[in-house]
């Protein structure tokens, strides 16, 4: 059954999202902003642009867990064919 596998494929996406995020906020307990500074300092031009500050990196790590969060419950949606009323 195809909704079948798609629903499976989609929850080892979060169970393994799951997984990422409690290591991101495990590691990320013992990061202070000192490391990070120091950390930075050694990245290129490009990834300090990028990620410029820790308030940067957070607020873009929350957009991509926003349009993954999005995605998974849109597709959640049309597999299993279900119409969301706000």
Do not use: Y
């Not at 999202?17 to 300092?41: G, I, Y």
């Not at 419950?73 to 706000?86: A, D, N, P």
Request: include cysteine.
């Amino acid at each position: 059954m195809p909704c079948r596998d798609s629903w499976e494929a989609i929850w080892k996406n979060i169970q393994s999202l799951m997984e990422v995020q409690a290591q991101f906020a495990e590691k990320s307990k013992a990061l202070t902003p000192e490391m990070w500074t120091q950390f930075m300092a050694m990245q290129s031009p490009v990834l300090q642009g990028m990620m410029g500050s820790p308030e940067q990196s957070r607020n873009m790590f929350l957009q991509m867990q926003e349009k993954c969060k999005s995605k998974c419950k849109s597709r959640l949606v049309r597999c299993l064919g279900l119409g969301i009323k706000r």
